[in-house]
């Protein structure tokens, strides 16, 4: 079967990407480097996983018991997916206190929201949008509430802490895309975007508009350019910052000694693409 090439898209969390570290774009997208996941990362998208199979339910169903009683076989789909996973842990105890935590974000949701009166369109829902100027807009959008009016609500589940600094810019960054995205796509502008905090059981809700829109577009074909411009000659620089502390490439990176590897070639097939990790933070 001849292999298909898709082509390169531009994702919210590579546009961030690029944005805090251009060499951080180039280990992820274009070399591809390995990251070992972390506990919070895989808790995540276990809760991700648990409450997409809720409303995969009937309403009735939609009830906090339910939740934990898919916690388990969520976890253990994801363990036959990627058995390495299990080596996070030191022991059953460590395991069950870990699924504690998950099962503490999702009564989080619940006291957020009441799933029984809720009817999605789309849960986990994979968007694609070309713009006029011809670049690829590409995502997945945790869940797309659309009301019989036609007004569009887009949730995302945020299973870290209430957004501070840096980390609001960046919620609200990605859910501008989705928001883009779904203008180009529909020719309506979303009514809300609601960030969910589990873990802190907070919303928070932004109302953007047709303007805002347009010059967040023009943002992302700056962002895509200078990518396109770095992949031509693989002169992707580093952007040192407090969040260096947290990434798994210091060892290849310049500004602290390292050396990154040769450059392969701008990839095929799409850089843009986005993993189940990179959406469940």
Not at 19 to 27: E, H, V
Not at 109 to 134: K, M, N, T
């Amino acid at each position: 079967m001849e292999k298909v090439v898709r082509r390169p898209a531009l994702s919210p969390s590579r546009a961030s990407d690029f944005k805090q570290c251009p060499l951080l774009y180039r280990f992820r997208a274009v070399d591809r480097l390995p990251e070992k996941p972390t506990k919070a990362q895989i808790r995540g998208t276990v809760v991700h996983s648990v409450l997409e199979r809720l409303f995969g339910l009937p309403a009735g169903q939609r009830v906090p018991d339910t939740a934990k009683e898919l916690l388990g076989p969520a976890w253990q789909d994801l363990l036959a997916e990627r058995a390495e996973l299990a080596e996070l842990f030191d022991g059953d105890d460590e395991l069950t206190e870990w699924l504690g935590t998950a099962e503490g974000m999702l009564t989080g949701y619940f006291g957020l929201e009441d799933p029984r009166r809720l009817e999605p369109e789309a849960c986990e829902l994979l968007v694609e949008a070309e713009l006029p100027s011809g670049m690829l807009l590409r995502g997945y959008i945790d869940r797309l509430d659309v009301a019989p009016t036609g007004e569009i609500r887009v949730v995302d589940y945020k299973t870290g802490a209430a957004p501070r600094e840096i980390g609001e810019a960046k919620a609200m960054f990605q859910m501008k895309f989705y928001a883009l995205v779904l203008w180009r796509l529909r020719g309506v502008v979303p009514r809300q975007l609601l960030l969910m905090y589990l873990s802190d059981r907070q919303n928070l809700a932004y109302q953007p508009d047709e303007a805002e829109l347009i010059r967040f577009e023009r943002t992302l074909e700056a962002i895509w350019n200078a990518i396109l411009k770095a992949g031509k000659t693989g002169d992707f620089r580093p952007n040192r910052s407090r969040l260096c502390d947290w990434c798994d490439h210091k060892a290849l990176c310049p500004e602290f000694g390292g050396t990154p590897p040769p450059y392969p070639g701008w990839p095929e097939p799409d850089p843009g693409v986005e993993t189940a990790l990179d959406r469940a933070d």
